[in-house]
């Protein structure tokens, strides 16, 4: 079963933008997705967007449409999901995940704490 | 966006005992191939959600027996049929009949 690992923690001023890496273990980097989740302080789980590993197509919340960009580098087993123009309220645990099946997200990466402050 | 409602947002709930958490749809979540798209997840303190049940009541890899997932149409039902130590933490529904969104999260605590 594939693994994901993600980069360290961030602390961004607001207006910046962020791009936080997920990393796949040995393991076919290919015939999956990857989607991105977001867990704000104190409220729920939130989805972001998500690539298919094998042709790059990317699909996004309308929330985050204008200001997500979410990519993947298949030789390095790595996706990516980059968010701009960033404010206090996007501070966040992120999360990537994979889907086996439609519904399935599991595993999920061990998440990403992006801190934004001025 | 299909929005997701769970009740209670806090449940607690005595070790040994049953627990139930509700999850409604604002809109159907039968998709065009047949399949409804509602999973539940948990999330400890500290580490990532993990998959419990999806497609309404199939448990995941790894799952035990004492979690069951039901439902159709809007209504969905998680239910513990004996609390552990383990199972504190927020539960969330989740639809992924068109695009994906999560329910607020429920609470399960000990008494």
């Known amino acids: 079963q594939v693994q994901l690992v993600q980069s360290g923690a961030e602390v961004k001023k607001p207006g910046a933008s962020v791009k936080i890496s997920c990393k796949a273990s040995?393991?076919?980097?290919?015939?999956?997705?990857i989607h991105w989740v977001r867990r704000a302080p104190g409220q729920s789980l939130e989805w972001m967007g998500w690539?298919?590993?094998?042709?790059?197509?990317?699909k996004y919340s309308q929330k985050f449409q204008d200001r997500v960009t979410i990519t993947r580098d298949t030789s390095a087993r790595t996706a990516y999901m980059e968010l701009s123009s960033l404010r206090s309220e996007d501070t966040a645990v992120y999360h990537c995940?994979?889907?086996?099946?439609?519904?399935?997200?599991?595993?999920w990466g061990q998440g990403t704490l992006v801190t934004v402050s001025s | 966006d299909i929005v997701m409602t769970q009740t209670p947002l806090s449940s607690p709930v005595t070790l040994g005992q049953p627990a139930s958490i509700s999850c409604r749809s604002s809109?159907?979540?039968?998709?065009?191939?047949?399949?409804?798209?509602l999973s539940w997840l948990h999330q400890r303190p500290g580490q990532p959600p993990r998959l419990l049940i999806y497609?309404?009541?199939n448990r995941f890899s790894g799952v035990p027996d004492r979690f069951s997932g039901s439902g159709a149409g809007t209504d969905f039902t998680l239910k513990i049929s004996r609390v552990e130590a383990e199972d504190v933490g927020v539960y969330y529904c989740m639809q992924a009949t068109r695009l994906i969104t999560f329910g607020q999260g429920t609470r399960l605590e000990i008494k």
């Open positions: 995940v994979t889907n086996p099946g439609l519904g399935r997200l599991d595993p």
């Open positions: 690539i298919n590993i094998d042709n790059g197509d990317t």
């Open positions: 809109q159907s979540l039968v998709h065009s191939d047949g399949n409804t798209y």
């Open positions: 040995e393991y076919a980097f290919s015939g999956f997705a």
């Open positions: 497609k309404i009541s």
